[in-house]
RNA sequence: GGCGCCAUAGCCAAGUGGUAAGGCAGAGCUCUGCAAAAGCUUUAUCCCUAGUUCGAUUCUAGGUGGCGCCUCCA
């Protein structure tokens, strides 16, 4: 089954085709760089990470551009709290970005591109838009004309007239239509601007991402992604921008994630409740965030709770012990082929895991995919004899779903030498029915986070 | 007012026009010196009502409940 994906712009799973063979052209809206980044800015970062790393493995090429949005009012207002630049800001968080990126196990985007260092593109871009007809200046200000572009609503689905204006935002009077959206915004007295030709200013806050996809991807790109909170206004508005431009599509695919809850409440400022990425990695592993995030399907709600990450938690430990007891099971595995069940169970994995992932990216069923090769691998471990090769194989099925969904916990530590001995001087209280001793040794060990097995195979630890 | 989304076991969460995956938690059993890990067993009138259909949890309509967006929040 070739791949599917759910396409905002027409509601309905399509088979994916790119552009050009074998390689896909990717954009996805990055943070605004005001402050460190919250688990809601996680849950993209990582769903798209995934995305871009299984269009890899299926054979594309991948551009994949991310970019920063750094000015704009919110960092223009930090600024002014901190006492420092607007640069100065940005550069910091991201800086704060890149860590927290790594710290969640993202891979590095093609291209991060930042608002600041394209401004001849942005401005060109409006200019053009200034001479078609489809922008106008009042007051150093550009706005664009949404008369002029029948199709606007086209992605959210929005009918302009029925639209509410003015309700949450007050409307400007320099706008000749309500829903008329700023593309260039004169600079107050004391911030920032870059000159143009309608005075000193700053970018709107949609064009950015209108100038940077061409530049970086070109007209027309394959897929552009963001929040479904991005869907509109933001994504809409880049649509008539680039489109009234060019005249072509912007993007065949446009995907966009569901929001997080925390403790079923929407994370906003006013309730308090966020969580920084930062903060979360304090105690929780990349990997289980991984886990938990991609344990629901990209496009429904997920909440973040005590509870959800404890389920998510053990289930992932689940996995986890089942790798770690294969790697155990190796020393003492012997010669031969690989198991023919074996081979059946991983063929089937594969089989399931490629099957929901081109589902327009079922995770929560490429999830369960590492579940059954969980019980088919114990299964195979309670035979008293078992192949190298086989548990190789096993191994071989983890670590290839795991390249694209990066869920399995890495570090295989070693141990000091101090626990080390009390493991052997175990061994030799077990040997002598020691019990006691044996015993004692374990407390000992499990008060240091050391978790002991003993197995026909030896014994065999892991940390809690 | 407009445009949408969601409702599946104690919890999380897929899915299908033919009576429902997987995980967590719980219970019992097996294995174990005891444990742990693992295995086995066990837990669902799929929100309500009407309709379409041989048959609906799955489609349609209405209802109830929860949620999102409607100019700068991923």
């Not at 790697?327 to 059946?344: C, I, N, Q, W, Y």
């Not at 992932?357 to 090769?373: G, H, S």
């Not at 978790?451 to 630890?461: A, F, K, N, V």
Request: with cysteine.
């Amino acid at each position: 089954m070739a791949l599917k994906i759910y396409n905002t712009l027409t509601r309905a799973k399509e088979a994916f085709e790119p552009l050009e063979p074998g390689k896909v052209k990717m954009y996805v809206c990055g943070p605004t760089v005001y402050d460190y980044i919250h688990i809601g800015n996680a849950r993209p970062m990582i769903f798209f990470d995934v995305v871009r790393r299984y269009l890899e493995s299926v054979g594309y090429e991948v551009d994949y551009v991310v970019n920063f949005t750094d000015v704009d009012d919110k960092l223009i207002k930090k600024a002014a709290q901190m006492g420092v630049t607007v640069p100065e800001v940005a550069n910091l968080f991201i800086e704060k970005y890149y860590e927290d990126a790594e710290g969640l196990g993202v891979e590095k985007a093609t291209l991060n591109p930042r608002v600041t260092e394209n401004m001849a593109e942005i401005i060109a871009f409006i200019d053009s838009l200034v001479e078609k007809g489809f922008a106008y200046e009042n007051g150093g200000d550009v706005y664009f004309r949404t008369a002029k572009f029948p199709e606007y609503g086209k992605l959210s689905h929005q009918n302009l007239d029925e639209l509410q204006f003015g309700i949450r935002v007050e409307v400007d009077e320099r706008k000749e239509n309500p829903q008329d959206f700023v593309l260039w915004k004169a600079a107050k007295p004391g911030e920032i601007f870059w000159s143009s030709p309608w005075g000193n200013g700053r970018p709107g806050w949609h064009i950015e991402c209108s100038a940077m996809v061409r530049k970086y991807l070109g007209d027309t790109i394959d897929i552009h992604g963001g929040g479904q909170d991005l869907q509109f206004p933001h994504h809409e508005c880049e649509i008539a921008q680039s489109e009234s431009l060019t005249g072509r599509p912007m993007a065949k695919y446009w995907m966009h994630n569901g929001y997080i809850n925390i403790n079923n409440e929407k994370m906003s400022k006013s309730l308090g409740n966020g969580v920084n990425v930062n903060q979360m990695l304090e105690s929780l592993s990349p990997q289980l965030i991984r886990y938990f995030m991609l344990s629901a399907h990209y496009r429904n709600p997920l909440n973040f709770s005590a509870e959800t990450i404890e389920q998510a938690k053990n289930g992932l430990a689940r996995i986890d012990n089942c790798v770690s007891n294969i790697k155990h099971r190796l020393s003492t595995a012997g010669d031969g082929d690989v198991d023919p069940a074996v081979e059946r169970a991983v063929r089937d994995v594969q089989t399931q895991f490629e099957q929901k992932m081109n589902d327009d990216f079922n995770t929560p069923d490429a999830v369960t995919a590492f579940f059954e090769l969980v019980n088919a691998a114990n299964l195979h471990m309670q035979q008293k004899e078992v192949s190298r090769s086989s548990l190789e194989r096993l191994l071989q099925q983890f670590e290839a779903m795991d390249k694209i969904l990066g869920i399995l916990t890495k570090a295989e530590e070693l141990l000091d030498d101090e626990i080390e001995q009390l493991i052997i001087e175990r061994t030799e209280a077990r040997k002598a029915k020691n019990w006691a001793r044996a015993d004692e040794i374990r407390d000992l060990l499990t008060e240091r986070g050391i978790i002991l097995e003993d197995t026909p195979q030896g014994i065999r630890w892991r940390r809690k």
